[in-house]
Protein backbone atom coordinates (compact mmCIF):
# COMPACT_ATOMS: atom_id res chain seq x y z
CA UNK A 1 0.00 0.00 0.00
CA UNK A 2 1.61 3.43 -0.90
CA UNK A 3 1.36 5.93 1.20
CA UNK A 4 2.35 9.73 1.05
CA UNK A 5 2.38 11.83 3.83
CA UNK A 6 3.02 15.47 3.37
CA UNK A 7 4.69 17.87 6.06
CA UNK A 8 6.02 21.30 6.21
CA UNK A 9 3.01 24.10 5.07
CA UNK A 10 2.24 27.05 7.05
CA UNK A 11 2.04 30.64 7.35
CA UNK A 12 4.50 32.69 5.76
CA UNK A 13 4.70 36.55 4.75
CA UNK A 14 5.39 37.10 0.88
CA UNK A 15 8.36 36.91 -0.16
CA UNK A 16 9.39 34.07 2.60
CA UNK A 17 9.75 30.68 2.33
CA UNK A 18 9.22 27.15 3.10
CA UNK A 19 10.28 23.70 2.36
CA UNK A 20 7.53 21.09 1.80
CA UNK A 21 8.31 17.27 2.83
CA UNK A 22 6.96 14.13 1.26
CA UNK A 23 7.65 10.75 3.07
CA UNK A 24 6.46 8.16 0.90
CA UNK A 25 5.98 3.94 1.85
CA UNK A 26 5.01 0.87 0.69
CA UNK A 27 6.85 0.81 -2.88
CA UNK A 28 10.04 0.61 -4.48
CA UNK A 29 9.82 4.20 -6.29
CA UNK A 30 12.39 3.74 -8.71
CA UNK A 31 10.05 3.73 -11.10
CA UNK A 32 8.13 6.55 -10.30
CA UNK A 33 7.41 9.61 -11.04
CA UNK A 34 6.66 11.95 -7.88
CA UNK A 35 4.83 15.10 -8.46
CA UNK A 36 3.53 18.18 -6.38
CA UNK A 37 -0.31 19.71 -7.32
CA UNK A 38 -1.83 22.31 -5.55
CA UNK A 39 -5.19 23.66 -5.03
CA UNK A 40 -6.53 26.78 -4.07
CA UNK A 41 -10.01 27.23 -2.22
CA UNK A 42 -12.49 27.48 -5.48
CA UNK A 43 -9.83 26.61 -7.99
CA UNK A 44 -9.17 23.33 -9.90
CA UNK A 45 -6.22 21.30 -8.73
CA UNK A 46 -3.04 22.86 -10.65
CA UNK A 47 0.42 20.69 -11.63
CA UNK A 48 3.30 22.54 -9.63
CA UNK A 49 6.27 20.16 -10.09
CA UNK A 50 7.20 16.67 -10.59
CA UNK A 51 10.30 14.87 -10.80
CA UNK A 52 11.62 11.22 -12.31
CA UNK A 53 13.12 9.59 -9.00
CA UNK A 54 15.44 7.62 -11.12
CA UNK A 55 17.57 10.05 -13.09
CA UNK A 56 16.08 12.96 -11.10
CA UNK A 57 14.62 14.75 -14.21
CA UNK A 58 12.59 17.58 -12.92
CA UNK A 59 9.59 19.76 -14.81
CA UNK A 60 8.01 22.74 -12.91
CA UNK A 61 4.49 25.19 -14.07
CA UNK A 62 5.28 28.29 -15.53
CA UNK A 63 3.88 29.83 -12.30
CA UNK A 64 6.54 28.53 -10.34
CA UNK A 65 9.60 28.05 -12.32
CA UNK A 66 13.02 30.04 -10.46
CA UNK A 67 11.48 29.93 -7.43
CA UNK A 68 10.55 26.58 -6.60
CA UNK A 69 12.82 23.58 -6.35
CA UNK A 70 11.74 19.86 -6.41
CA UNK A 71 14.14 17.42 -5.19
CA UNK A 72 14.38 13.69 -3.39
CA UNK A 73 16.35 11.87 -0.72
CA UNK A 74 16.79 7.98 -2.22
CA UNK A 75 17.98 6.87 1.55
CA UNK A 76 15.27 8.76 3.50
CA UNK A 77 12.32 7.81 0.22
CA UNK A 78 11.50 11.46 0.65
CA UNK A 79 10.62 14.39 -2.08
CA UNK A 80 10.29 17.88 -1.19
CA UNK A 81 9.42 21.11 -2.54
CA UNK A 82 12.11 24.16 -1.63
CA UNK A 83 9.62 27.42 -2.22
CA UNK A 84 11.36 30.60 -2.35
CA UNK A 85 9.98 34.31 -2.97
CA UNK A 86 6.65 33.07 -2.31
CA UNK A 87 3.49 34.78 -3.24
CA UNK A 88 -0.18 35.64 -2.11
CA UNK A 89 -1.60 33.09 -5.15
CA UNK A 90 0.95 30.42 -3.79
CA UNK A 91 -1.93 29.99 -1.35
CA UNK A 92 -3.69 26.92 -1.61
CA UNK A 93 -3.25 23.05 -0.12
CA UNK A 94 0.06 21.29 -1.65
CA UNK A 95 -0.53 17.42 -2.47
CA UNK A 96 2.29 15.00 -3.07
CA UNK A 97 1.11 12.31 -6.17
CA UNK A 98 3.29 9.12 -7.39
CA UNK A 99 2.82 8.27 -10.88
CA UNK A 100 3.94 4.59 -11.67
CA UNK A 101 5.42 5.58 -15.18
CA UNK A 102 8.31 7.01 -16.42
CA UNK A 103 6.84 10.12 -18.64
CA UNK A 104 6.31 12.87 -16.44
CA UNK A 105 2.45 13.73 -16.82
CA UNK A 106 1.31 17.50 -16.13
CA UNK A 107 -2.22 16.04 -15.46
CA UNK A 108 -3.24 15.25 -12.16
CA UNK A 109 -5.17 11.93 -13.31
CA UNK A 110 -1.75 10.55 -14.50
CA UNK A 111 -1.37 9.93 -10.69
CA UNK A 112 -2.58 6.97 -8.98
CA UNK A 113 -1.60 7.88 -5.18
CA UNK A 114 -1.99 10.82 -3.40
CA UNK A 115 -1.08 12.10 0.41
CA UNK A 116 -3.84 14.12 2.01
CA UNK A 117 -2.10 17.12 1.55
CA UNK A 118 -0.94 20.53 3.72
CA UNK A 119 -1.88 24.31 3.65
CA UNK A 120 0.15 26.53 2.64
CA UNK A 121 -1.06 30.31 3.25
CA UNK A 122 0.87 33.26 2.00
CA UNK A 123 -0.52 36.31 3.84
CA UNK A 124 0.74 39.97 1.76
Known amino acids: QVQLVESGGGLVQAGGSLRLSCAAS????????MGWFRQAPGKEREFVAA????????YYADSVKGRFTISRDNAKNTVFLQMLSLKPEDTAVYYC?????????????????WGQGTHVTVSS
Open 97 to 113: AANPALRIGLSRHEYAY
Open 26 to 33: GRTFSNYV
Open 51 to 58: IRWSGGTT
